[in-house]
């Protein structure tokens, strides 16, 4: 098994750091990584029959898709950034200190999975797409049939320029959140017809995610500090205890309360993580990114360059970066599947200049904090998966803990291989003048500066309303944040996708009541996977 892992992880990490570089894109390999498990299974080798048990496939999908997600958006994006801006030579201090921050990430993500704010039975619709593809594949019949024709039509609205992946995402996810997000989609693609103006320009959607972050941020502190219940038990994990499965959570249509008792006793969508053990991750968490970033200032020689309060000020504004960073990527993430990793952490930048960080402590900063987030969210998806996977078993409790445990440990073989990957190829890609895209517009604002007046004005007044749609949808439904990652995404038609998937799936809910869940996760999971699988193919296009 360790052996297929590092292959995978290797494999995974390549196709990462190649589309990033190569098209500037990163595929979602958490549907990839379960088809190609899957396909592995099936090989008629004895040493690979064990491939067939859909935990051991879990387990392959978590490795590659952490390689392939570390590779591209964590590792050779941050290291990207000094490059470009031509500091070559803190391309490896930048290497080591992005590492060290993906390792935090993940950890934090780990310990904190299962909790109130990060439940397990959110929508992380990719991970829920990963589960649905190994179920599939496993059972066959009618499952596999209707996860193959939405495969196929994902592929092929990939091939068509089709944004087939957003409709299933609002097959998966929480309602509200998704209806905001389909707004801010439709803001931002018919926002010049509508209102003579772009609202992707001008930082407009960076001051929504300031407010919305803000709040999100307030609401997590207030729900980290809030006194519940007796016996340090909140009221709310008591209840989870006997909540309704995922399919009615996640998507905020649950059965009215009278039909809810026979479902009382499933154990599975207890919180494994309470308040305080969030507290305390959260903590040690941010204690951690502390420390990575001393490391990159020691090896990046901001020791000798910075004054003694400039230099603890730096490292703590850092660490707080890094770490709200990561939570609104991830609660992002965990109700649309999409990451807003770029606005955020240009967000962070554009505090940095307006306080006033020279250039090149400004620059690491900003690697370092773009190197959290997206394995934040991948992790995510893929405790997702196995959480689905295991929900039959019992006792449940000590066996999801085993199994998150060696999700966790597949996942550390994924990042080992993409750092590997990455040391190998870096110089390679960028000599041919192949850097991530987004590295460069990180170093073209830290050389030239916001380029325009009122860039703080603009922020602080769009914040209000970001604020007012995160405080009206709170924790669970995220709908200030999902309206603003909405608004940063021009992609042609995915308003209508989101919108009208939604639509379909309250229609077909009320025709065919609860069962429409399970029949639609699946249409969702194969759109997802087709796009994916459409992304993965164009590393044949670029190469």
Partial sequence: MFVVLVVLSVVGAVIGADLVAKLGISANTSVVGALIAMLIGRIPLAGLRSMRDVHRQNLAQSAISAATFASANAL??????????????????????????????????????????????GAWPPGAAAAETIKAGDKGGKRALVLGAGTLVGLGGTLLSLPFSAAGVAFLGNVWALLMFGVGLGLREFGPDLFHTDLGAGYVPHGVMVGAGIVALGQAVVMLVRRRGSGGTSASAATRTGAAPSGNAATGTGAAAGQAAPEAADPTTAYTVDETALRRSLVHGYALFVAGAVLLAVLGGLVGDMGPAALVGWVLFA???????????????????????????????????????????????????????????????????????????????????EGRREQFRAALIGFTAALVVVAVLWQSYFRQGLVPPVAKVYADTVKNGLGEPGVLRTLLLWAIPGALVQLLGGVRRQMGVMLATGLLILTPHACWMVLAALAVRVGYRKWRGPRADEELNLVGAGLIAGSSLGDSAQIVKAG
Avoid at 327 to 347: E, N, R
Avoid at 362 to 376: E, H, I, N, Q, R
């Fill in 76 to 121: 050779l994006t941050s290291i990207a950034v000094p490059y470009v801006f031509g500091r070559q030579d803190l391309v490896w201090p930048m290497l080591i200190g992005s590492f060290a921050g993906l390792l935090i990430d993940t950890w934090v993500l780990y310990r904190s999975f299962g909790s109130r704010l990060l439940p397990a039975d």
């Fill in 319 to 401: 660490a707080f970066a890094a770490l709200v960073h990561e939570l609104i990527v991830g609660l992002a993430a965990m109700q649309s599947g999409w990451f807003p990793s770029f606005a955020v952490t240009l967000i962070f930048l554009i505090l940095g200049l307006l306080i006033g960080i020279p250039s090149v402590p400004l620059a690491l900063l900003v690697g370092y904090v773009s190197a959290t987030g997206p394995a934040f969210a991948d992790m995510g998806y893929d405790l997702k998966a196995g959480w689905l996977l295991r929900r039959e078993h019992r006792p449940w409790d000590p066996y999801e803990r």
